[in-house]
């Protein structure tokens, strides 16, 4: 089931994606729509302290963020077991 904070997304991506008929455009609306649905909480979680920390302007810590989700093969695993940030 998808967080309620992603609906916004993925309404947004419905709308761009009925917007467009460029096959290449409609086909990274539906990974980005893929890899929201299959954002685990550990995910989630990550992605809220990261915006946290942006709104801060807490760079130092933006940068740890994305290290460590670099680096923890936990965070977004594709269907054929690919992590993609």
Do not use: F, W
């Amino acid at each position: 089931m998808v967080h309620q904070s992603r609906q916004a997304d993925l309404e947004t991506l419905r709308q761009d994606y009925a917007r467009t008929t460029d096959p290449n455009i409609r086909r990274q609306i539906r990974k980005a729509g893929e890899r929201i649905a299959r954002e685990t909480g550990r995910m989630e979680s990550m992605r809220e302290s990261l915006i946290k920390e942006h709104k801060r302007g807490n760079m130092d810590n933006v940068k740890d963020i994305h290290e460590q989700i670099k680096n923890d093969p936990r965070y977004y695993q594709d269907k054929n077991g690919k992590y993609s940030i």
